[in-house]
């Protein structure tokens, strides 16, 4: 009876030593996620924060060439339909079907 008992006492400890190891290695994982998420967030907030300003940056400088071709355009430069210059004379020509769209057309 006590070689029973003994053998069961055993396998006890050893099921406790195992759940014992499991425990330790969830806690271990959980702090090594926290701590990295403490160390990682501040850095991936500062990177976005940064590739947002200049994203902002990006568009606002869009904003304002388009606006700057715009108002080009109202004076007849640029892609406007007030007319072009010709490359051969300097002249100006008003834009026809036979000279195409604008500063980018190689149709000619």
Do not use: C, H, N
């Amino acid at each position: 009876m006590r070689a029973l008992v003994d053998m069961i006492d055993s396998v006890t400890s050893t099921v406790r030593f195992v759940v014992g190891l499991l425990v330790l290695g969830v806690f271990a994982v959980i702090f090594v996620i926290i701590a990295g998420a403490s160390y990682m967030a501040p850095k991936v907030s500062e990177d976005a924060t940064e590739k947002a300003a200049a994203f902002g940056e990006k568009a606002i400088a869009e904003a304002r060439l388009e606006m700057r071709e715009a108002e080009l355009a109202q004076d007849g430069w640029g892609y406007g339909s007030a007319g072009s210059v010709d490359r051969e004379t300097g002249s100006r020509r008003q834009q026809s079907a036979d000279y195409g769209d604008g500063w980018g057309d190689t149709s000619r």
